[in-house]
């Protein structure tokens, strides 16, 4: 059982960066993320098979979720060719070339065992020429119906993919054709990219409406600043995913109710407060700001570790809060709140001031 809404740390090769299984419960995850794109190049899924599985594998005995690898193939391969059947790439490791289709992306991610499965699918920037971008949403719903025919195991929920860019026809053809099929979720694919914040809600006011009263959870696919999960459970999404907490972490960026501190930042060197004053994360019980600087400033690995805590530990607990006013029917008054308690994480933001 999963609380929703909820946001899904990403552990790309069944790992959490700089995290073991039990950070992820102490930072408060219920669910994580891993991806078929690379565990399928390294170390492999038949390994992962052969070792019992990937909650073995990672020692991670709660869902996780595998990402189809499509994604992967079109923003880290290297000459890849996209047609019908599948995708041919290069592989970012080794140069060496690989070939997915629906049937062994399904194949592939019912070996690794995870709890839910996405369906095989091709991704386009939002801001692709209109053409590119109708031509792999069609592409996208045949390799929908082909991995569910490929999909066997009854123990494994199985997502469908919505894509269409910020095309609002292409959204609502896609989101119809989509969940007319029998998948246990729905992906809203296609966004977090390069889409403005209006274009990305647009869309979704053309896949919400649609989706309404349809009881299967839906999961907008790539997004992790809590001001913009905010906007996107008030149009109606359940579930959420990125690396942007742990990887602006290992980069010196700590959020705090109202922005960001950069811990590279020489103003923190003599710093003796906590990160957020109240924040029960392994960083804020025991460390100052100066010590966390001058662990950056030391580039030791431990900086990582402890920033990676506390930016998932703040995220989860804003879904937390977002889940509470839900509950007690307080969310449209509580939005506000919840927007000032969010700030703005994203690149660009000012940050909070020292003092």
């Known amino acids: 059982m999963i609380d929703t809404p909820q946001f899904m740390p990403v552990g790309t090769n069944a790992t959490v960066k700089a995290l073991d299984p039990d950070d992820l419960v102490e930072v408060g995850a219920s669910i994580v993320l ?16 052969r070792l019992g599985g990937l909650h073995r594998f990672m020692g991670w005995d709660m869902p996780i979720l595998t990402d189809s690898g499509g994604y992967q193939v079109v923003s880290l391969a290297d000459a890849r060719e996209v047609d019908d059947d599948g995708a041919t790439f290069r592989s970012h490791i080794d140069g060496a070339t690989h070939r997915l289709t629906p049937e062994l992306a399904i194949g592939v991610q019912e070996a690794l065992g995870p709890d839910i499965a996405v369906a095989f699918d091709h991704p386009v920037f939002p801001s692709s020429p209109r053409a590119e971008v109708e031509a792999a949403m069609e592409r996208t719903h045949r ?14 929920a199985l997502f469908g993919i919505i894509q269409g860019g910020v095309d609002p026809e292409f959204r609502e053809r896609s989101t119809r054709f989509i969940a007319s099929m029998p998948f246990d979720g729905i992906c809203i694919g296609g966004l977090a990219g390069d889409e403005t914040p209006v274009e990305r809600a647009t869309a979704l006011d053309v896949v919400v409406p649609i989706l309404d009263g349809d009881p299967r959870p839906r999961y907008l696919m790539g997004l992790g600043s809590p001001a913009d999960i905010l906007d996107a459970v008030r149009l109606g ?13 290992r980069n010196g960026q700590l959020w705090v ?13 003599d710093d003796p407060r906590p990160v957020q004053e109240g924040c029960p994360c392994r960083l804020c019980r025991s ?4 010590y966390l600087a001058h662990l950056f400033r030391a580039k030791e690995l431990l900086a990582f570790r402890l920033a990676t805590c506390h930016n998932l530990t703040f995220t989860l607990d804003f879904m937390g809060r977002i889940r509470a006013a839900l509950r007690a029917g307080t969310f449209p008054e509580s939005l506000a709140s919840l927007r000032e308690y969010a700030g703005r994480q994203t690149a660009g933001a000012a940050d909070v001031e020292p003092a």
């Open 143 to 156: 390799w929908a119906e082909r991995s569910l025919a490929a999909h066997t195991r009854p123990d494994q």
């Open 34 to 49: 891993a991806n078929t794109y690379h565990l399928y190049l390294r170390p492999g899924h038949e390994r992962i098979e």
């Open 237 to 249: 999404v359940d579930l959420f995913d990125s690396v942007l907490p742990a990887r602006v972490a």
């Open 257 to 269: 109710p109202g922005g960001k501190l950069n811990l590279r930042n020489s103003a923190f060197q």
């Open 287 to 290: 460390f100052s700001r100066a």
